[in-house]
């Protein structure tokens, strides 16, 4: 046993190496990519621009906030909560450099935490340095992948607030204040309140009312310091306008009401389309990940149900697709665990393509961010509204591929999961057949 027990060690003994020099890599590789281009090639920063101006708007003139027009009519609007101002107005103090330095900083760590509580909750490498090791090997080859890319390049702040949810909902039930991540993470961006569904429907009760309670809360803060901006925002339903970030056909809106306004050839078409699909695929979604969850694949069914809020909302813009870190966790997972080579072969395979069609490199010839395959489509720059002459609509060929990949990547993943679910169920009622018969003779 010993000496099996040290074969294994051996075997295993390569991940931490390997992942520090593949991590290492890909961070030289940034900071050459970063020091040989124009300041704003690879770190733009827009988003977090929208994101100052919302919060000087909350110290300074609050009652604009939602009427506010960057650069031009119409132009980008501030899209966040009268919470997530109060929060950036808080920020909008810290000089930009810092501010846009350090979110790249906390940003990667945020992603690599992720992956760390990832590996954890799918029992991968049990030991710390294999496990480190894992994390290190993983982060450095998503961190190159177009999503996360895009969220450093534009200052975004989806990595933040997906560790965040990871972090808080893999706590353990007993916990508190277990919730309280999900709740803050609502009341930025409202997507995350699906999560919250995802709790009561698995009988978390405590965890889904301090999630709720927190919502709550800094909804009414917002009553509190921001009375006109909160009142047209909840009370007007400016949260409801997705138009308000832009045209919804976006090539960037990578949501399946993205792509059903893309092939339906305009927005006010395609939407009673996308409500009917967003129900069906939103209650098929938190039917499988409940059912996952309950088959003790915990972490497998919080991935579902993160998938499903990416394909359901109104607007995924291509870096909301940083969720593919964690899924890329669960792809090596599987591999590791699988019982045979094929299959160990098989999900190398699913891992490599999933990398590949994710992933994003500097436009080393044109001075820009890490750019992805859904970029070849030609796509309309800041459209607002809904226009038949966007590019969007006149797709053709494999542009309907390119353009629309996240989202159809995202349905393959949704069949996957739905499929996965299906199989645990018929393992549990085989178990539990199998359980009664021994019973009986018993």
């Not at 107005?89 to 990832?118: H, K, Q, Y």
């Not at 038949?388 to 629309?404: R, S």
Request: charged share 10%; aromatic share 12%.
């Amino acid at each position: 046993m010993a000496r099996q027990s040290a074969s294994a060690d051996s075997r295993r003994g390569w991940v931490l190496p390997a992942g520090a020099a593949v991590f290492a890599v890909a961070m030289v590789a940034y900071l050459i990519v970063v020091a040989t281009h124009p300041a704003d090639a690879m770190l733009n920063g827009f988003d977090l621009q929208v994101y100052l101006e919302g919060g000087k708007l909350a110290r300074w003139q609050p009652d604009t906030l939602y009427t506010w027009h960057a650069y031009k009519e119409p132009g980008i609007m501030f899209t966040y909560t009268p919470f997530a101002a109060m929060v950036f107005a808080v920020l909008s103090f810290l000089p930009w450099r810092v501010l846009e330095d350090v979110g790249v900083l906390v940003s990667t760590f945020a992603l690599m935490a992720t992956v760390w509580i990832a590996f954890r909750e799918l029992g991968v490498a049990g030991r710390r340095a294999e496990r480190l090791g894992w994390t290190l090997l993983l982060a450095g080859v998503v961190f190159w992948v177009e999503p996360v890319q895009r969220a450093l390049h534009l200052g975004q702040v989806e990595l933040l607030l997906m560790v965040l949810i990871v972090w808080d909902m893999c706590q353990p039930d007993r916990r508190r204040f277990k919730g309280a991540g999900v709740g803050i993470a609502a009341a930025i961006k409202l997507v995350p309140l699906l999560f919250i569904a995802y709790l009561l429907i698995t009988r978390r009760f405590r965890a889904a009312v301090v999630a709720i309670v927190v919502f709550v809360v800094t909804i009414v803060a917002g009553f509190i310091a921001l009375p006109h901006a909160s009142s047209q925002w909840w009370l007007h339903g400016d949260f409801w306008q997705a138009g308000r970030t832009g045209f919804v056909g976006s090539g960037t809106n990578q949501s399946l009401r993205g792509m059903i306004t893309r092939f339906a050839g305009s927005a006010t078409a395609g939407e009673p389309v996308w409500l009917v699909v967003a129900v069906v695929v939103g209650a098929v979604g938190l039917w499988a990940a409940v059912m996952l969850h309950r088959a003790g694949l915990r972490f497998e069914g919080l991935m579902t149900c993160a998938l499903t809020a990416l394909l359901i909302s109104p607007i995924s813009w291509d870096h909301h697709w940083i969720w593919v870190a964690p899924f890329l966790a669960v792809m090596v997972s599987c591999g590791l665990r699988a019982s045979s080579a094929l299959a160990r072969a098989g999900w190398l395979a699913a891992g490599l393509l999933t990398v590949i069609l994710f992933a994003g490199w500097p436009r080393l010839w044109n001075a820009g961010q890490g750019i992805g395959l859904t970029t070849y489509a030609p796509t309309t720059g800041f459209p607002h509204g809904d226009n038949p002459k966007y590019a969007e609509y006149h797709w053709h060929g494999i542009q309907l591929i390119e353009g629309n990949l996240y989202v159809l990547i995202g349905c393959v993943f949704f069949l996957a999961a739905v499929a996965a679910c299906l199989t645990a169920s018929a393992s549990a009622s085989a178990r539990k057949r199998s359980g009664d018969a021994l019973e009986q003779v018993a």
